[in-house]
């Protein structure tokens, strides 16, 4: 964006600074229940997955030996502290996301937004293109979705959780970090070509009827779809 339109009086120019700043990068949280509505074969998969169960390993009593291994209370509640919760619900004190003190059983655990972007709004599109899709038979460019905030690439998402830690060769690390780091076991190094192809961490994947083209795709896109089920009706 250029300021060259920005004539006194100054404080005008710098609101509309901030206004184009937030509306390009901003994008609401919505939980999971509209996706699992219209996705429920992924919703079941995904249901299964630790993913979706992260916030319960924060409890007392859960997975205490590998609390203890971390230097971690494994008699201590962890489920409402906000140095853990973060990377264990869904779009942790960002708008429409989890929050602690009223907490949605929508955007408890790693969700659909986690990975695939925060979906009030291209969520509204799925809905559009696929009535537009039924009537006319014309697919719509997934750009259109990437410019509505959903997610192509994935792994700068995965890398925000699983690589935050002091020492991690990923660039955008900041507090607070993970407890399981692959020097408390080498088990917890993040793999992403590995971790992204496990269907039991993610979902399994269901064929797609060409509702949307053309890029942005992931490498691994076509492959997922080579071998991909039909999605079931309920
Ligand atoms: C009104 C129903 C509806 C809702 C709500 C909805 N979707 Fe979709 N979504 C669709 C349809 C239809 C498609 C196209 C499927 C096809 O091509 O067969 C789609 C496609 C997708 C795709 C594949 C895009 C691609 O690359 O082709 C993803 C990923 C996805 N949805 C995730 C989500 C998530 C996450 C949410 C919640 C934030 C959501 N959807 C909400 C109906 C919906
Ligand atoms: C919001 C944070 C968050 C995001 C985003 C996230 N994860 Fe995770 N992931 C977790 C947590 C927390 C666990 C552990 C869940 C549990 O057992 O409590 C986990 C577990 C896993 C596991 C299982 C690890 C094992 O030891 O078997 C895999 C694989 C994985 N994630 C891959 C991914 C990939 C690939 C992505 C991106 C496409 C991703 N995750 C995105 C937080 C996240
Ligand atoms: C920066 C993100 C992040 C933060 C903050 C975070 N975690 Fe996690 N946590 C993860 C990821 C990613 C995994 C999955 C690691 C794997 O299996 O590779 C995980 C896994 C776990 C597990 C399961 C480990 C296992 O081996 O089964 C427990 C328990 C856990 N976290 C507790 C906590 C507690 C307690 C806190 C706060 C003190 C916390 N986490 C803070 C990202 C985070
Ligand atoms: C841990 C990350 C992660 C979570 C959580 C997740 N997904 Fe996905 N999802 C993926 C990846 C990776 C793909 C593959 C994208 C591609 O092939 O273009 C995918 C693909 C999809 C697709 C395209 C068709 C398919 O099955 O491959 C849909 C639809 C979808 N996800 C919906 C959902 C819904 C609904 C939820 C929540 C109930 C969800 N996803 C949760 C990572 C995730």
Not at 85 to 94: L, N, S
Not at 120 to 143: G, I, L, V
Request: proline fraction near 6%.
């Amino acid at each position: 964006m250029t300021l060259s339109r920005c004539v006194p009086p100054i404080v005008f120019c710098f609101a509309f600074f901030i206004i184009s700043v937030s509306a390009a990068d901003d994008f609401e949280y919505d939980g999971r229940k509209k996706c699992s509505g219209c996705h429920k074969s992924q919703y079941k998969s995904w249901k299964q997955t630790g993913h979706a169960m992260a916030l319960e390993s924060l409890r007392a009593g859960e997975k205490t030996e590998a609390k203890e291994k971390a230097g971690l209370d494994p008699a201590k509640d962890y489920s409402e502290d906000k140095k853990c919760v973060g990377c264990h619900t869904t779009g942790f004190d960002m708008e429409g996301g989890y929050e602690i003190e009223d907490p949605s059983k929508y955007t408890v655990g790693v969700g659909c937004e986690s990975c695939h972007g925060p979906g009030k709004k291209y969520r509204r599109s799925h809905r559009k293109a696929s009535d537009q899709f039924d009537k006319e038979k014309k697919s719509t460019p997934r750009q259109t979705l990437a410019d509505a905030g959903e997610e192509f690439e994935f792994i700068e998402r995965c890398s925000s959780c699983h690589m935050n830690y002091e020492g991690s060769p990923w660039s955008g690390t900041k507090e607070p970090y993970t407890p399981f780091t692959p020097k408390v076991d080498p088990k917890y190094s993040f793999d992403f070509e590995k971790y992204v192809r496990d269907e039991k961490a993610m979902h399994k994947h269901f064929k797609l009827t060409g509702v949307f083209e053309g890029p942005p795709q992931p490498a691994f896109h076509k492959e997922f779809q080579d071998t991909a089920e039909s999605a079931s009706a309920e």
